[in-house]
């Protein structure tokens, strides 16, 4: 199945700290990306979608100047977290979507777990 | 916009018994629903998906049926094993819409 790699796994920074996270498709070209945040032993909740050349599409009640997206290719979606709190540590996970017949397949990365102190 | 409910919240089962694990959907146009598996602290992986014109589709030990009528659909585990612990996700859509994840399941199988 198609590949997607998210870097980095673990981020511990301090607190007023912005963090950067990389979601990339190795093996195939993703126009639309998601990102999601997940609190343990909880679902997925996506924070954003993603679209190559465009801005991103942010679900209610998430903040577009704290959670900064960009595409800037085909293959590359970035997450920064602005100025990050306490109440930011989460995991972070995102995933691709890949096109299988006539519904979306998504792929999942392997998630960043950060921790703001 | 599509609503998907998942059910139970958590289950614990012991290992060799079966585990089923039950959604709903809202979106009668809805023809495309996928399982997940997330192992703590990994990502999710697609284990098994269904498409709406076939009613079952097994896979070794996992199987999915699918109920058009009642809009709802199931992951059933045979012979489940300490490896199959981990939390569930089911999903829905139509067409080019995003998926709607259920809330997720966690599944517990004791040696």
């Known amino acids: 199945g198609a590949v997607v790699s998210q870097h980095p796994s673990r981020v511990i920074c301090k607190s007023g700290t912005s963090v950067k996270i990389e979601c990339r498709s190795l093996?195939?070209?993703?126009?639309?990306m998601f990102w999601y945040r997940q609190f343990p032993k909880q679902s997925l909740m996506l924070m954003a979608t993603?679209?190559?050349?465009?801005?991103?599409?942010?679900e209610q009640g998430v903040e577009k100047d704290k959670f900064l997206i960009n595409h800037a290719s085909l293959t590359l979606s970035t997450l920064t977290v602005t100025s990050a709190h306490p109440e930011d540590s989460s995991f972070y996970i995102c995933?691709?979507?890949?096109?299988?017949?006539?519904?979306?397949?998504?792929?999942f990365g392997s998630g960043t777990q950060l921790s703001v102190l | 916009g599509e609503n998907v409910e998942q059910h139970p919240s958590t289950l614990s089962v012991q290992e060799g018994d079966s585990a089923v694990i039950k959604c709903t959907y809202s979106d009668s146009a809805s023809n495309y629903f996928p399982w997940y598996k997330q192992e703590l602290g990994k990502r999710p992986q697609l284990i098994i998906d269904i498409r709406s014109n076939v009613g079952e589709k097994k896979d070794q030990r996992i199987a999915v049926t699918l109920n058009k009528t009642a809009k709802h659909f199931s992951l059933h585990i045979t012979e489940t094993q300490p490896e199959d612990s981990a939390v569930y996700f089911c999903?829905?859509?139509?067409?080019?819409?995003?998926?709607?994840f259920g809330k997720g399941t966690m599944l517990l199988v004791s040696p």
């Open positions: 993603s679209n190559e050349g465009s801005k991103a599409t942010y």
């Open positions: 093996d195939f070209q993703a126009t639309t």
């Open positions: 995933s691709a979507r890949a096109w299988g017949g006539t519904n979306e397949k998504l792929f």
């Open positions: 999903a829905a859509n139509s067409g080019y819409s995003t998926l709607t």
